[in-house]
């Protein structure tokens, strides 16, 4: 057993995990990209308090899930790891006079988040995000926009069976008449409650119906629903988005008991899942409406709407529905030769193919030609470049290992040589 071991709830991403999370934020930049979302990086801490305002005192983030930083005494500051990107970004937002650029602002970040969870299958301490917001946009369209877009990641990722689930949980004109319905729903049922849901009756009904604790099913399937109770600007919002949903063909659930467990949503809940695998547990990804956030962390009042999709959950998903992750980069040339001393020669041979652009290794050690080219073939390479005595007169060998066939080629044409080798492999 090793002495030192990575901390409980986090995980090492080893050589062999890394190319389907390459191909998974690729993805995400070229879909970014194609929808026109430019990249923002922003601090993995914040003070708490962007959390606790932003997020909500009242969550399980803030309450029980929040890494927070111990400072050193002469730091007057209260610091937290971000458990998620939205705050920081909106903080960003306003920090930088975000406002005074075209709107909306479209933002997306592929990074780790942070939360002092329970670990279990797909929920990490430390876990990776692909957030994508866009602030300054009050209308349906970009609502529906977003949600597509989050849609076409799985989609284009390999996830053909993933559905979005929908709600509208009003604005701060509807919402408290429906939070009192709620309340007096739940008091009738007090006696049934668990213990941590009865403070959270007392502090914020809505949170029970995202609560986790199956007892409490039957409970949140008999509730009031908040579509029922909707202001005509809620209603004909939500009615908005669901158009726009239909023209895109993007298939939707209602899910009424959708709130999403954070305090700066309005109108707007989505949640991603597989189909046949909707429990608490199990959303590849979720979002929503903010309108009162950027108010919220200092600036004016601005709409905005995002999303977060864990790239763990999607990383699962696709080895469980079978998906192959895609093969290691294999080099196209590996450089040997048949003196063992000489590893300055295939250093240099293997340096001017990379500055042609072409992967190539070399053999630094000093093992015999045989093995050298053993290891070629472990490391999956196309061609096998061999330095020999006909090196004096600017010639090497090029051996195609996959085809089994050898040819001198002078070595002011090894690199095009092998690129033709490569686009005959791949296309011809």
């Not at 389907?20 to 308090?49: H, K, N």
């Not at 399980?60 to 610091?79: C, M």
């Not at 597989?274 to 009042?301: I, K």
């Not at 196209?332 to 293997?350: K, T």
Request: aromatic share 8%; glycine share 10%.
């Amino acid at each position: 057993m090793p002495e030192f071991r990575a901390p409980r709830g986090t995980r090492d991403l080893l050589p062999v995990d890394r190319p389907v999370w390459e191909r998974l934020t690729s993805l995400a930049g070229d879909l970014a990209r194609r929808y026109g979302y430019a990249g923002i990086e922003t601090p993995m801490f914040e003070q708490t308090a962007v959390f606790e305002r932003g997020v909500g005192a009242v969550t399980d983030i803030v309450e029980k899930e929040l890494f927070r930083i111990q400072p050193r005494t002469e730091e007057s500051e209260a610091w937290s790891l971000r458990p998620e990107a939205t705050a920081g970004i909106v903080r960003a937002y306003v920090q930088h006079g975000m406002r005074t650029l075209p709107q909306p602002v479209r933002v997306q970040y592929v990074g780790p988040m942070f939360r002092y969870d329970r670990p279990q299958a797909g929920r990490y301490r430390q876990f990776w995000q692909w957030d994508v917001e866009a602030i300054g946009d009050a209308g349906p369209g970009i609502d529906a926009e977003i949600i597509e877009l989050g849609h076409r990641f799985y989609t284009e990722a390999g996830l053909a069976n993933v559905q979005v689930l929908l709600n509208s949980i009003g604005d701060p004109g509807c919402r408290p008449a429906y939070v009192a319905r709620l309340r007096e729903y739940f008091e009738r049922h007090r006696s049934e409650l668990p213990g941590l849901e009865l403070a959270r009756l007392a502090s914020n009904p809505l949170r029970l119906l995202d609560s986790k604790d199956p007892d409490m099913a039957a409970l949140i399937a008999g509730a009031p629903r908040i579509v029922d109770h909707l202001c005509d600007a809620c209603r004909e919002h939500f009615d908005g988005v669901r158009a726009h949903l239909d023209a895109l063909g993007v298939p939707v659930r209602i899910e009424p008991s959708l709130v999403r467990g954070l305090d700066y949503y309005t109108r707007t809940a989505f949640e991603y899942y597989r189909e046949g695998a909707e429990g608490q547990q199990q959303a590849l990804g979720g979002g929503g409406r903010y309108d009162g956030l950027v108010e919220l962390l200092g600036g004016r009042p601005t709409p905005g709407i995002g999303f977060a999709l864990g790239l763990d959950r999607v990383v699962l998903a696709l080895a469980e529905e079978g998906i192959a992750a895609p093969e290691p980069v294999r080099p196209a040339a590996f450089v040997a030769s048949a003196d063992p001393a000489d590893s300055v020669g295939r250093l240099r041979v293997a340096t001017e193919l990379r500055r042609a652009g072409i992967a190539a290794r070399a053999d630094l050690g000093t093992r015999r030609l045989g093995r050298q080219l053993e290891q070629a073939s472990r490391e999956g390479a196309h061609f096998a470049v061999i330095l020999g005595d006909e090196l004096r007169d600017g010639m090497v060998q090029l051996r195609d290992l996959r085809a089994g066939t050898q040819h001198a080629v002078p070595l002011d044409e090894l690199a095009r040589s092998i690129q033709r080798g490569e686009s005959t492999h791949h296309h011809g």
